[in-house]
């Protein structure tokens, strides 16, 4: 059974930083692309941030550009997301994904809040 957990959320101020983990068992890490989603209140979910299987190549948002870091261990069966210089608007939850072929799996999603 595949499971991704995602762990890291939490409540922070304008211009503080965060890193998101999400924990992948049950699948074999290192041929799956992997990819950060995120969904705001009354908004549509959005992609985020992906990287290739082995950490060659990452793709952004252009809101997060500059600002987010997606990486990963394979080593660990771990994918992260650094995110620094946080803003109101990023305030959503963040989803996990793997991605291969036909095979598509989702985490449970953890809650950002970025706030004074």
């Known amino acids: 059974q595949v499971q991704l957990v995602e762990s890291g959320g939490g409540s922070v101020q304008p211009g503080g930083s965060l890193r998101l983990s999400c924990a992948a068992s049950?699948?074999?890490?290192?041929?799956?692309?992997m990819s950060w989603y995120r969904r705001a209140p009354g908004k549509e979910r959005e992609l985020v941030a992906h990287i290739s299987t082995y950490g060659s190549t990452t793709n952004y948002a252009d809101s997060v550009k500059g600002r987010f870091t997606i990486s990963r261990d394979n080593a660990k069966n771990t994918v992260y997301l650094q995110m620094n210089s946080l803003k109101p608007e990023d305030t959503a939850v963040y989803f996990c994904?793997?991605?291969?072929?036909?095979?598509?799996?989702w985490g449970q999603g953890t809650q950002v809040t970025v706030s004074s």
């Open positions: 049950g699948l074999t890490f290192s041929t799956y692309a």
């Open positions: 994904n793997s991605r291969r072929a036909n095979y598509d799996y």
